[in-house]
């Protein structure tokens, strides 16, 4: 009789940690299925050849009697048709795009309702104080 | 004699659950890295970048004698390689150049899938840049390439 009742309570036991053990696991497995059908490969660029392409031709290219870029080294400002004309090139990609004028390496944070940082952006210096860059930011339907 | 048989029943039990748990764990693991990631996009994106700088010399269009050459040529040109594992074509590049057509190729069928929705179709890719010819005239081009690989992403 003592020992009938050793081995029930052994196998009341094993019974009780078999069940734990599969309700660990089956929440494990049923975490684990929605996760792994989320993942997914990160392609956003964190650079943009063709947005440097881009900026670099645009910055060559002749306003006036001299190129854009001697232009905006001089103090001139950026020509607001031309350069929603680079910009309107990402808009469907990117969530913004904007081409600035901006106090050297302040660029990559910008005031667009709230301080953001580009998710990629190109400089290029036009002198000790001045960065002109183009800033991209991601749409939320690309991640 | 009844102790000996439990324990022969308990290592018996024991097992299976050594067995249940490592098939959870292999089930898991297949589950979680099992799904193929989609990279056409990657992939757009590095042959977008590849034709970019097929099109350009620095920051400037090739002159139009080079991109003749191109267009006659295209693929090895711009050493590019369209050939996989499958017997239907599974590229489409298209090119335009201020509205005009200047390269297409591969497969053309797959660019009517551009304009339909869903995750088992060819996928298309469009981005633009800005560049200046060697006579410092403007230009805008559009490098359109359609991906195709559904069973790779099914």
């Known amino acids: ?124 210096e036009l002198n000790d104080e001045k960065d002109v860059g183009l800033c991209l930011l991601w749409e939320e339907k690309n991640e | 004699m009844d102790k000996h048989g439990t324990d022969k029943i308990l290592s018996a039990y024991w097992f299976v659950i050594l067995f249940i748990v490592a098939a959870a764990v292999v089930y898991m693991v297949a589950i979680f890295y099992g799904t193929p990631y989609d990279i056409r996009k990657a992939e757009a994106d590095a042959m977008i970048n590849q034709i970019a700088d097929c099109l350009t010399d620095g920051n400037h269009l090739k002159d139009d004698s080079q991109i003749q050459k191109i267009q006659d040529n295209f693929l090895s040109e711009c050493n590019l390689n369209f050939n996989t594992e499958w017997k239907e ?42 560049v200046l010819d060697q006579n410092k005239n403007s230009h805008i081009i559009k490098i359109s390439v359609t991906i195709r690989k559904i069973e790779k992403n099914d």
């Open chain 2, 89 to 130: 074509g599974q590229y489409y590049v298209e090119i335009i150049k201020d509205d005009s057509l200047i390269i297409s190729k591969g497969n053309i069928n797959l660019k009517d899938y551009c304009d339909k929705k869903g995750d088992k179709i060819p996928k298309c890719f469009e981005r633009s840049f800005y």
């Open chain 1, 1 to 124: 009789m003592i020992n009938q009742k050793a081995q029930i309570g052994e196998t009341v036991t094993w019974v009780v940690a078999t069940i734990v053990i599969i309700v660990i696991l089956s929440f494990s497995v049923f975490v684990a299925i929605p996760i792994g059908k989320s993942m997914k490969f990160d392609s956003n660029r964190k650079s943009d050849l063709l947005a440097t392409k881009s900026l670099t031709s645009y910055l060559l290219t002749k306003e006036g009697t001299d190129i854009i870029y001697n232009n905006l080294k001089k103090g001139g400002e950026l020509n607001k048709q031309s350069s929603e004309r680079i910009e309107g090139l990402y808009d469907e990609e990117y969530y913004v795009a904007l081409l600035r004028v901006v106090p050297k390496d302040s660029y990559s944070v910008l005031e667009i309702g709230e301080e953001v940082e580009c998710a990629v952006d190109v400089f290029i």
